[in-house]
């Protein structure tokens, strides 16, 4: 039964991590795009809302449940190969966190080089994560 209740409260945040994962890149498409100090300032204080109140909280509980729910079998998880190449993608979205967090700091100094485009671009990428992490989930093919 504890496992159900992790289960349900690890997808629950994967969720809410993954909604800020798809804005916050967002948000940088029309901050790059701004041109006037209002917008930019206000772009400012809702990226990092976003970021350090809702994004890196979800991802600090994404982490502890399913890290929590590998250890109530460890010896099961940890010889799946679907487990290790999920894992790997977690890593790659978890570098993708604080390289937004990165961008981030870039906006809020004003140091912005990058079109729109390429924001538009980038937030394309954790689709993909999570496309693979799911299949591998569900289906696990191997």
């Not at 809702?46 to 994404?62: D, F, Q």
């Not at 099961?76 to 993608?89: D, E, I, N, R």
């Not at 990058?114 to 299949?135: A, C, K, M, Q, T």
């Amino acid at each position: 039964m504890t496992f159900l209740w992790l289960k349900a409260f690890h997808i629950i945040a994967v969720i809410t991590w993954f909604a800020a994962i798809f804005y916050l890149p967002r948000l940088f498409v029309y901050h790059a795009d701004a041109t006037d100090t209002i917008s930019r300032e206000r772009f400012k204080i809702m990226e990092r809302k976003l970021y350090r109140g809702i994004m890196t909280p979800s991802m600090i509980i994404v982490i502890a449940l399913g890290a929590w729910m590998i250890t109530l079998n460890p010896d099961f998880y940890l010889s799946q190969g679907w487990m290790h190449a999920k894992l790997t993608l977690v890593t790659f979205l978890v570098i993708y966190h604080f390289y937004c967090g990165h961008l981030l700091k870039i906006f809020r100094d004003d140091r912005n080089e990058r079109s729109h485009v390429f924001y538009r671009w980038f937030n394309e990428v954790p689709v993909f994560l999570l496309l693979g992490i799911i299949i591998l989930v569900v289906v696990r093919p191997f």
